[in-house]
């Protein structure tokens, strides 16, 4: 297919009419001007450029996906575009505006991913976000301090962001430490070589199983009683953030400095439901992490594939 950009001038020096349209006949640009008024000649020549190379298809980026999440380095990352405004009185106040808009694109687009998160077995955020106003306004108050970890210029004066966020800062706004939890940590303080004894984290090699990841993962013993999840976790951890990780393989999970240096590793026997993000472990190994600090600190770590 060829590609061309049209470009009319029609109308006399103090009524000059410029219209600029690309090949599926969108309207790009489409100004009168008036040479007599002071910088309009100078505004033009400056911007006619910048129009016609934002109306041609052959200089146009190539599209791609807005947004992934990694869950092995919990992060979303997300891309944001921002045209030029061809109003503006200069070329870089111009890039200046597309730069923000860039952003602001980049900010629609992460929370368009949170919406798509899997928050546990009973749903996504998007469905916590639909019934609550408040909870959205947090989430949306976390978003805005995504890190831009890159920027990219382009000759038609627009400017495409790459930004990421945490995904942890995302599950604990969504769904904070449960009080009780908070409560139980001080009746845990007594005899102070308990939290020596036991594992320093929870690997489960999901591998086999191939749960979905999620925000907010639960493990469950065979007989459907809750082991770990939300519930678990004290709102006084420290150096933790969020309710798991995800690795790939057993050795990378060992390296994960979310689980230490002494991690319990266990099996998971199977999902608590298909497609579940939850996990079901053995009563044998269910029975070893009952009371484990670990487990309130939220020092786990899943692997999946």
Known sequence: MTHSTDVELSGGYDNLKLRILNISDRMVFN???SFKK??????FLAFAPLAIAFATPGMARAATDS???DWQKRVIK???NGAPNLDAPTIAVARLGAERAAKADALRNILEAIRGVKVDGNGSAGDLLKKDPALTAKVQGVAKNFKV???RY???GGVEVDVEMTIDAVADALIPPKPEAAKAEPAKVEPSKKSDEGPTGLIID???VKPAPALAPRVLDETGAEVYGPGSVSAHRSGVTGYASYARDVDAARKDGRVKDK?????ALRLASAGSPDVVISAEDAAKLKGATALSDGRVVIVIP
Do not use: I, Q, Y
Request: glycine fraction near 6%; aromatic fraction near 4%.
């Open 31 to 33: 100004r009168n001007l």
């Open 38 to 43: 002071e910088g309009v000649l100078k505004r």
């Open 67 to 69: 947004c992934s999440t």
């Open 78 to 80: 997300c891309k944001g």
């Open 149 to 151: 970890t890159d920027t």
């Open 154 to 156: 382009f000759s038609d």
């Open 206 to 208: 999901a591998s086999a």
């Open 263 to 267: 991690p319990m590793v266990v099996k």
